[in-house]
């Protein structure tokens, strides 16, 4: 079965300083990996996907994710955080079943930048 | 301006009664899914549908139903047999695509609360 493991339930770093956000994942196949970013109080927002084209996918407000196919990994990365970067972040795997697919989610890494 | 638009923001259930969410969108999606979200944990999904009049059970679907009578719309009943329906409500759509590489498109969510 398809799922991921999101390696850090929170991590908190300085403003101007790199931000990664670990994310193992488990498929019998070439999966679909999303990345999403959650504002308290607010729906989830995709920040870049990999569909087993280029395997470092550039996403918006500066991240971006390296597929890892021999680690299963698709850890994701921003060279500069902001204060506006603080929020929850989910990788999410696309599960594939006989005629339909679904997303499995992570549980969730919380992100606090300090000034 | 597309999106998803759930209503409403808040909503309070006294007990014995249901209570439906509304979810509706205008991005010409196939696809569309509920979500909840507990404190701390990732999203599970409760009921997904890829076509009108019709639906499939998620991981969760004990004590919700749901309804797709038109493409843009998806509304969730929360009934009385939820013994736990405190959360906050995700509603998404999608395209429908190959091995599930369409992302999701999300709500801003309701939360819903226990009077």
């Known amino acids: 079965a398809q799922s991921v493991t999101q390696l850090d339930s929170h991590v908190s770093v300085s403003e101007g300083t790199p931000v990664l956000l670990r994310c193992n994942y488990s498929?019998?196949?070439?999966?679909?990996l999303f990345w999403y970013v959650q504002h308290p109080n607010k729906g989830l927002q995709l920040l870049l996907k990999?569909?087993?084209?280029?395997?470092l996918v550039k996403g918006i407000n500066g991240f971006e994710a390296e597929f890892k196919k021999s680690e299963t990994s698709f850890h994701l990365t921003k060279p500069s955080a902001h204060m506006s970067d603080a929020a929850e972040y989910f990788c999410?795997?696309?599960?594939?079943?006989?005629?339909?697919?679904?997303?499995?989610f992570g549980a969730g890494t919380t992100v606090t930048v300090r000034a | 301006d597309g999106g998803i638009t759930q209503s409403p923001k808040y909503l309070f259930r006294k007990e014995g009664q249901n209570v439906t969410l509304s979810c509706e969108q205008n991005l010409n999606h196939d696809a569309m899914y509920w979500y909840r979200q507990d404190p701390g944990q990732g999203l599970r999904l409760i009921y997904y549908?890829?076509?009108?009049?019709?639906?499939q059970k998620g991981d969760i679907a004990e004590g919700y139903s749901v309804s797709r009578e038109k493409k843009e719309s998806f509304p969730l009943t929360v009934t009385s047999a939820q013994k736990n329906p405190t959360a906050f409500y995700l509603c998404?759509?999608?395209?429908?695509?190959?091995?599930?590489?369409?992302?999701?498109?999300f709500g801003d969510g309701t939360r819903l609360s226990i009077l």
């Open positions: 998404a759509s999608s395209h429908l695509g190959a091995n599930g590489n369409q992302p999701q498109h």
């Open positions: 549908s890829q076509i009108v009049n019709d639906f």
């Open positions: 999410v795997v696309s599960v594939v079943s006989r005629s339909d697919y679904k997303l499995s």
């Open positions: 498929s019998s196949y070439s999966p679909s």
């Open positions: 990999y569909t087993s084209a280029a395997t």
